[in-house]
C-alpha cells in the first residue's frame, strides 16, 4: 500500500516562501512521476507541477512557473515543492499525488492514483 504524507505548510506574508515535502511509502515510489496539485475553496483541485522517475522532466502551471520548483530525492523518497514570491492568489491545500502506471496527461488529476492528505498554505497580503 502507497502512503502519501505531506508537510511543510503555514502562514506567511506575500513575497514570502515555503518548502513543500512529501514522503511516500512504497518499493515503487522510484520508478514514478510525482506531481503537486492545490485547491482552494470553492475551486477545483488544479495542477501545480509534476516531475518524472529520475527527476529529468519537470512541467509547472503558468500560474507559478519561474516562482515554484519541484524536486525529488529517490533515495529518501521524497518530493518537494519549493514556493517562492508566494501570492495571495496562491493560498490553498496543497496535496501530492503519485501518477498511474498507465500514462495520461500530467495535468488531469485522473492520472493519479495516490493522494495525501493535503497542507494548507496561506499567503496573506
Known amino acids: 500500500q502507497v502512503q502519501l504524507v505531506e508537510s511543510g505548510g503555514g502562514s506567511v506574508q506575500a513575497g514570502g516562501s515555503l518548502r513543500l515535502s512529501c514522503a511516500a511509502s512504497?518499493?515503487?515510489?522510484?520508478?514514478?512521476?510525482m506531481g503537486w496539485f492545490r485547491q482552494a475553496p470553492g475551486k477545483e483541485r488544479e495542477f501545480v507541477a509534476s516531475?518524472?522517475?529520475?527527476?529529468?522532466?519537470?512541467d509547472y502551471a503558468d500560474s507559478v512557473k519561474g516562482r515554484f520548483t519541484i524536486s525529488r530525492d529517490n533515495a529518501k523518497n521524497t518530493v518537494s515543492l519549493q514556493m517562492n514570491s508566494l501570492k495571495p492568489g496562491d493560498t490553498a491545500v496543497y496535496y501530492c499525488?503519485?501518477?498511474?502506471?498507465?500514462?495520461?496527461?500530467?495535468?488531469?488529476?485522473?492520472?493519479?492514483?495516490?493522494w495525501g492528505q493535503g497542507t494548507q498554505v496561506t499567503v496573506s497580503s
Open positions: 512504497g518499493r515503487t515510489f522510484s520508478t514514478i512521476a
Open positions: 516531475i518524472s522517475w529520475n527527476g529529468g522532466n519537470t
Open positions: 499525488a503519485r501518477k498511474n502506471a498507465f500514462g495520461g496527461s500530467s495535468y488531469y488529476t485522473g492520472s493519479y492514483d495516490y
